[in-house]
Every structure is written in structure tokens, then in C-alpha cells.
């Protein structure tokens, strides 16, 4: 599993990449009320503001870590936002996304140095 | 934590913001909102003149509160604007007021000019304020206060240094209690340690407010909302309208008056969000594709079990069930006015 700065993990699973948050992010959020998922099928660029989070405290985005083709997206999420502070690392997987070169997640951090990183 | 009208506050306790205002609607939630500020008026000529001279300050039957009774209370500015609303005690000999932590200042200043005559202006800095709230509120502080559970709503008593209002901010049955600064860790931490108590953040105490309706000052209303605006009519009794015992002679008296005769130009109204989105303060309100209001407060109603807020819109867009929409993220999404309080109060009378 791979981690980025803005608390995302990503897992490889056949030629896609899973995306979620860590649950450091949603400790940090709090108790999640409303996700907001992008369409499949979407093409994104890395950076882009793709999924809503709405906690009781307040709201955020998560951008994609990497450019590549969306293409699927967990909609219990939708019907069961409290599964992202429940099962953060598991079943509250965000979106699954096909990239040129998974090579591309090499450049992101293991767990030792996120872990190091949120300290 | 959070920086909160300089202090520092906690958002939330470790049980989040979801536990604790669904444990204070259950049982009872503790917060410490001793950054409020505490004043005692000491009448120089006589309680009467105190009371006339407070009544100057706004649209609020002062002199006809009984002793031991608390009232809701609102200075106006000029304009008819809101410059801060707070809570007033008659305590037979004096009047004890509870302001918000943001206008404290300013509002003992203007306390100090505009009552100069009548009144001996203390602003009490040594004094904690805690608030006990929910349905085992009463049992649990009686333990300690035994006098409280005679009380009801709105009534106030002193019990030796403690004084306590059953009052609060949170739609429930509970207290408010003023004490001295030494003893408010040993007696939270009395309160704490029962089974009923659990303390509670600033995040909860807002989605509790919410829920009850109940406005934020500096969100909700401001010194450019009236009180009629504000639907706050409740709060403005019978001796200070047209036709009344003393009528007008408050900050603001020609605007309030004229709105209570005519009706407001808008309203706050609560909003129900029809899908799962929030829509927090600043979402702009859309009738037939025009610009009609914005969200002063919203979020999610955790004993609702869905999103809520209040904003204001034109009188006649004010109708409970009126459809709107709401503009979240650059999508107009369907929301309509909906009655207050959104969860039903449990106000002990």
C-alpha cells in the first residue's frame, strides 16, 4: 500500500489502483455524513477535486493522486457515509482507477514514512 | 482545539462530535462556556430605574420580570439591528446578565455609557460558567445542588457561590451554572465522573443549537437583521409594541415597530436539504433561477438524522414545505423551508 500527502492509500489490485483515506484523515474529519463520488468512466488529472467528504465538522475533497481513467466507484459510500470512519483502510475504498504505468506509484510513500509523516 | 473569540476551544472531546450531541439529547452533555460573559447590574436609584433604563437598551419587557425569573434579551442599534443577545436575570436586588463571549467587551462599554445613572456596571472575570443539559441533567446536578430540581424553566437560583438558570442552548431540559473560577474543574470533574455525563465540544453544542433552532450571534443575526427579521417576535413582549405600556423608547423602535405592523421584507426560516449534501453557511438560495437568500447556519442534524439549516428569504418565499434550491459545489440542489425547532424541545415549565 502507497500513501500521499494528502492522506489518500493506494492499493494495487490487478492492473487498477484502489484509492481511499487513511484513518488518520478520518479521525481528523470526524463522523463522515455525505459522500459525494465522481462518475465512472471519467478521465482526471492528478490534483483534480474528484470526491466530496462532509463530516459533522466540516467539508473536503479528495484529489486523485495520479492521472488515469476512473473507473469504478464504491456507491455504499453513498447510502453508508459512516463506513469511512469504521472500515477507512477496507470496504470504504473510494474509486478505482486505471493508469498507463503503474510504475507512477513508486514515487509515493510506504507506510514507515507516512506513518513518520503524520508523526 | 480552536480559536474561538480568544480562546482557545475544543472542537470536540474523544468521543466526537456524532456521540456527544446524540448523548446529550440521551443523557446529559457538560459544556464549559465560561468564555461568555458574566454582569451584574447594581441599580444607583432603585431597581425600577435599573429596569427602565435596561429596557432603553431594548425591545424587552425588563420591568415586568418577576424576581428569580430569566428572560431572552436583545440590544438593538439604531438602525433596529442586533448588536449582541444574551440572557438577563432578576435576582431581587439586581439583575445578573450572560452575554456572548465575542461582543463581551463591547457590550459592557456600551452597558457603562448607556447606564451610567442607573447602574453599577460589574463585569465578573473571576467567575466559571458551565452548562449541564439533557434529560438526566436534573438528576445529575441535584446530586450536588439538591435545590435545582425544584426549579423550571427559565427560573434562577442562588445556592451559596453557585448560582444556577434552568436554561441552556441546546433545545433540552438543563442548567447553566456560574461559579467561582477555583471551584469549576473540582465540580465538572464531580459531574464528569457520573455515568449520565459526558463532556461536550464546540461542534456539538453548534448541531444542538441547530437542531433547536436557536441563532448563532454573528452567523444567524448581526447589526443588520432585526429581531422581527429573525423571527425572534417571541422575544419582544406585549408592554414594548404599539399600543403597549411603554411602547418604543428602544435603540431601533421606528424599524422593529413598523416591521411588526407590516411584516419584515424577509425571514429567517429553517431549510431542509432534500438530499444528503449539507448546505452550510453562505449557500446562496435560488427561486426560479434568481438570488434570493443565503444559509446563515447549516450542517448535519445528527437526532435528525439528515441535513438542516437556517438563512433568510423574502417574506413571501417564507412558507413552511416552500421548494428552493440551494447552490452546493456549483449544482442547485433542492431544499425547502421547513418549520423550528427541527428536534422537539424538552423545556422543563
Known amino acids: 500500500m502507497k500513501f500521499t500527502n494528502e492522506h489518500e492509500w493506494l492499493r494495487v489490485e490487478g ?15 470526524g463522523d463522515v455524513v455525505f459522500v459525494e463520488l465522481p462518475e465512472p468512466e471519467t478521465m482526471v488529472s492528478a490534483g483534480d477535486e474528484v470526491c466530496v467528504i462532509e463530516s459533522v465538522k466540516a467539508a473536503s475533497d479528495i484529489l486523485a493522486p495520479v492521472d488515469g481513467e476512473i473507473v469504478a466507484v464504491n456507491q455504499k459510500l453513498v447510502d453508508s457515509p459512516a463506513l469511512v470512519n469504521e472500515d477507512p483502510l477496507g470496504a470504504a475504498w473510494f474509486f478505482k482507477m486505471k493508469l498507463d504505468d503503474l510504475a507512477v506509484l513508486d514515487d509515493f510513500m510506504d507506510e514507515d514514512e507516512y506513518n513518520e509523516m503524520i508523526g | 482545539m480552536v480559536p474561538f473569540a480568544g480562546y482557545e476551544m475544543p472542537v470536540q472531546y474523544p468521543a466526537g462530535v456524532m456521540k456527544e450531541h446524540l448523548h446529550t439529547r440521551a443523557a446529559a452533555g457538560l459544556f464549559d462556556v465560561s468564555h461568555m460573559g458574566q454582569v451584574i447590574l447594581r441599580p444607583k436609584a432603585g431597581m425600577e430605574a435599573l429596569c427602565l433604563g435596561f429596557e432603553a437598551l431594548m425591545p424587552v419587557d425588563v420591568l415586568g420580570l418577576a424576581e428569580g425569573r430569566q428572560r431572552y434579551g436583545l440590544f438593538t442599534n439604531d438602525a433596529g439591528g442586533i448588536l449582541d443577545d444574551l440572557m438577563f436575570a432578576n435576582r431581587g436586588d439586581h439583575l445578573f446578565v450572560v452575554v456572548n463571549a465575542a461582543c463581551k467587551h463591547a457590550d459592557v462599554a456600551h452597558m457603562r455609557a448607556r447606564l451610567g445613572d442607573v447602574a453599577e456596571v460589574e463585569f465578573l472575570t473571576d467567575r466559571a460558567l458551565l452548562a449541564l443539559q439533557g434529560p438526566a441533567a436534573e438528576a445529575a446536578l441535584a446530586r450536588i445542588v439538591p435545590g435545582v430540581a425544584a426549579m423550571r424553566f427559565m427560573d434562577v437560583g442562588v445556592f451559596g457561590e453557585i448560582w444556577v438558570s434552568r436554561s441552556g442552548y441546546t433545545g433540552e431540559d438543563g442548567f447553566e451554572i456560574s461559579l467561582p473560577q477555583g471551584q469549576a474543574e473540582g465540580f465538572a470533574r464531580q459531574l464528569l465522573a457520573m455515568a449520565e455525563v459526558m463532556p461536550i465540544g464546540l461542534g456539538a453544542r453548534d448541531s444542538l443549537r441547530l437542531e433547536a433552532g436557536l441563532c448563532l450571534y454573528g452567523h444567524d443575526i448581526d447589526t443588520t437583521t432585526s429581531p422581527v427579521e429573525a423571527g425572534l417576535v417571541w422575544a419582544i413582549q406585549k408592554a414594548r409594541k404599539a399600543g403597549g405600556a411603554r411602547a418604543a423608547g428602544f435603540p431601533g423602535a421606528d424599524r422593529i415597530l413598523r416591521e411588526l405592523a407590516e411584516g419584515p421584507a424577509r425571514l429567517r426560516v429553517g431549510l431542509r436539504p432534500e438530499g444528503r449534501a449539507p ?71
Open chain 1, 15 to 29: 492492473d487498477l489502483v484502489v484509492v481511499g483515506i487513511t484513518a488518520h484523515a478520518s479521525e481528523a474529519l
Open chain 2, 279 to 349: 448546505m452550510r453557511e453562505e449557500t446562496a438560495l435560488f427561486h426560479d433561477g434568481a438570488e434570493v437568500g443565503r444559509v446563515t447556519s447549516g450542517g448535519f442534524g445528527p437526532s435528525v438524522g439528515a441535513p438542516i439549516a437556517m438563512g433568510y428569504v423574502p417574506a413571501a418565499l417564507a412558507a413552511i414545505g416552500n421548494a428552493l434550491d440551494g447552490e452546493v459545489r456549483g449544482k442547485r440542489l433542492p431544499v425547502s423551508v421547513a418549520a423550528m425547532p427541527f428536534q422537539p424541545t424538552t423545556y422543563k415549565r
